[in-house]
């Protein structure tokens, strides 16, 4: 399969995933409304940004290491599936104990609905890890198929839930929950039938290699967990500050942000093991991936300006704002889009510790408007807090690449450019 037929069998995929994940927001604003909706993404937020805390960068080094010699497969595969139950069950017994002790840092959301919640993060790391494995041995269908398979059941289980069986919030989380654990049984199944395939190996733990692909994953692991918290934690502060209803309509417009970034997403996935076989320091193929990502996604962007405005008859008036909300986030998902594919240059070289350094600095920065910012002005103070933020890590990133290569901006941004 062509780098091009990946990318369009996984942005087809994405399309479905959109529209699940959106039609299963507007069915839990219409039934529970902004205060409903405001605690369902903060638990879904707490739990997501726990999973990519424990994934330790494993999912970008199981890639690496795998692309690299597929007769690691077997042992990458029983350390991940061992390491993830592990600290995943410890990083579950702390945020339920959290949720506990500190009720407070989530406002008015139950700690039970997050104990709920927190039983999946184990799963969602078995999840989260084995998708990476198939796709470092080029299993793009299965990847894509199995990622569509866990974002469908957020559709099937918000309409079985609210509109068949009239229950609430706390029946979603668990049937989400149980939902999480039945895709990671299925991922580590196929992992084990796709074993087979590949070269012969002992299906046992490697400790050497384990470490070996925990200090690599660590270099990402930094730039991964800022991304996640500038991109989601800023809901739990404006939940914190001005309650689950706004923060339910601040969801409504950060959901929009960040399913625009699934094509620049899938493009980044795709493209890192090819730069990795590639090891090309000019960065010939990440320029000409990126000059069409440029194209593509501002052609989304400007499609989206009308869209908002159709945000509050989708989800209710109590959600207009949500319509300003987005249009300040807009610029930033546009320039966070085009760095999350430059970047897949640096990770493909073995990570420069510049990029970490990078995002960590752009990580203080977003927590110092977020907290001058939310108190006064709420979800509008966090909106343009990550625009900030998103446009400081792409302009980081792309002085880098620029200073590396010696790429101008016009080669690695415009279409149509080209340079021998």
């Not at 099937?156 to 654990?181: C, D, P, Q």
């Not at 869209?307 to 300003?324: E, R």
């Not at 889009?337 to 493909?348: I, K, T, W, Y």
Request: charged letters at 10%; one cysteine or more.
């Amino acid at each position: 399969m062509s780098f091009s037929s990946k990318v369009a069998w996984t942005f087809a995929t994405r399309v479905l995933m959109i529209f699940n994940s959106v039609v299963a927001g507007i069915i839990v604003a219409r039934w529970l409304g902004a205060d409903g909706l405001g605690q369902l993404a903060v638990i879904n937020v707490a739990v997501a940004t726990i999973v990519q805390l424990g994934s330790f960068g494993l999912p970008s080094s199981n890639t690496y290491f795998i692309a690299q010699d597929q007769a690691r497969f077997r042992s990458a595969a029983i350390n991940s599936l061992i390491f993830a139950l592990g600290a995943g069950s410890i990083l579950a017994l702390g945020l339920s104990a959290l949720a506990y002790l500190r009720t407070d840092w989530f406002g008015f959301v139950s700690p039970e609905l997050i104990r709920i919640a927190s039983i999946s993060i184990p799963f969602q790391l078995i999840v989260l890890i084995g998708l990476n494995i198939l796709l470092a041995v080029g299993k793009v269908k299965e990847f894509n198929l199995l990622d569509l398979a866990s974002q469908s059941f957020v559709l099937i289980n918000a309409v079985l839930v609210l509109l068949l069986l009239k229950r609430g919030l706390e029946m979603l989380v668990t049937l989400n929950t149980a939902a999480s654990i039945l895709v990671s049984i299925v991922v580590a199944a196929l992992l084990i039938i796709s074993a087979k395939s590949l070269a012969r190996s002992e299906w046992r733990a490697d400790m050497a290699l384990l470490r070996r692909m925990i200090g690599y994953g660590l270099k990402f692991h930094v730039s991964i967990l800022a991304g996640a918290i500038i991109l989601r934690a800023d809901l739990l502060v404006v939940n914190h500050f001005r309650g689950a209803a706004e923060a339910g309509v601040y969801s409504v417009a950060s959901q929009f942000g960040l399913l625009m970034m699934l094509l620049p997403g899938v493009i980044a996935t795709l493209l890192f093991p090819r730069v990795t076989a590639e090891q090309d320091a000019r960065g010939e193929t990440t320029c000409l991936v990126t000059r069409y990502t440029t194209f593509v996604m501002f052609l989304c962007c400007l499609a989206a300006v009308p869209f908002s405005l159709l945000l509050p008859v989708l989800y209710g008036a109590a959600f207009s704002d949500a319509t300003t909300l987005l249009l300040i986030l807009l610029p930033g998902v546009y320039l966070i889009g085009l760095e999350s594919v430059l970047v897949q240059h640096f990770n493909a070289l073995g990570l420069p510790r510049a990029i970490p350094m990078y995002w960590l600095a752009t990580l203080a920065l977003n927590l110092i408007l977020v907290f001058a910012l939310v108190p006064r002005f709420g979800a509008q103070g966090a909106a343009i807090a990550s625009t900030i933020s998103y446009a400081a890590i792409f302009g980081l990133v792309a002085l880098h690449f620029h200073t590396s290569t010696g790429r101008s901006f016009t080669e690695v941004f415009v279409l149509g450019s080209l340079r021998g």
